[in-house]
T-cell receptor, first 116, second 113 residues
């Protein structure tokens, strides 16, 4: 089983709202990721958590705030977003943190975010 | 640095045609190579992978062989179906550095009946 579950699947929010995206995996993976994908582009890395600690932050604006409550859960808190932040947000996980030979990253179905 | 180059799309094929999507890479060390598929309105699914030279990954009739001498990982399928219409991403994980996954730009495939 290589399932990464994301909720909600669709989210519409205003620029003054606060919302959260949630991600869950029960594969015992030790690394979890947030990616952002715009139309017709490959996913872009936002954050990486390794062993529940933030290990990579790709200079993401502070209106995006990640949180890893435990080894199975990953949240992305959203506040004061802009319309250009509308995108597909993908969560992913891997057995090992980045840089390990043979590592494989598995993605969830994504959360479609529209900022109005 | 590490990079992946794949053929630009879109690619349009008739059902039962042969598919090749070219992918070449630049990386230090011995990267692992992947093909991901994204169906319309969905997330990314791992299609196949290969972790060392001459390995062949295969799944759902798709195949790709890790060719170190040509730094390539071309995706092939002998007979495509309409249901194969999707965007295909070639990607690598390098054994050096901290970047989790390096993607190509993606190739959109449309299969018509």
């Amino acid at each position: 089983d290589t399932e990464v579950t994301q909720t909600p699947k669709h989210l519409v929010m205003g620029m003054t709202n606060k919302k959260s995206l949630k991600c869950e995996q029960h594969m015992g993976h030790r690394a979890m990721y947030w990616y952002k994908q715009k139309a017709k582009k490959p996913p872009e890395l936002m954050f990486v958590y390794s062993y529940e600690k933030l290990s990579i932050n790709e200079s993401v604006p502070s209106r995006f705030s990640p949180e890893c409550p435990n080894s199975s859960l990953l949240n992305l808190h959203l506040h004061a977003l802009q319309p250009e932040d509308s995108a597909l947000y993908l969560c992913a996980s891997s057995q090992d943190p980045p840089g390990r030979s043979g590592n494989t990253i598995y993605f969830g179905e994504g959360s479609w975010l529209t900022v109005v | 640095g590490n990079s992946v180059t794949q053929m630009e799309g879109p690619v349009t094929l008739s059902e039962e045609a042969f598919l090749t999507i070219n992918c070449t890479y630049t990386a230090t060390g011995y990267p692992s190579l992947f093909w991901y598929v994204q169906y319309p309105g969905e997330g990314l699914q791992l299609l196949l992978k290969a972790t060392k030279a001459d390995d062949k990954g295969s799944n759902k009739g798709f195949e790709a062989t890790y060719r170190k001498e040509t730094t390539s990982f071309h995706l092939e399928k002998g007979s495509v179906q309409v249901s194969d219409s999707a965007v295909y991403f070639c990607a690598l994980i390098a054994t050096s550095g901290n970047t989790p996954l390096v993607f190509g730009k993606g190739t959109r495939l449309s299969v018509i009946a």
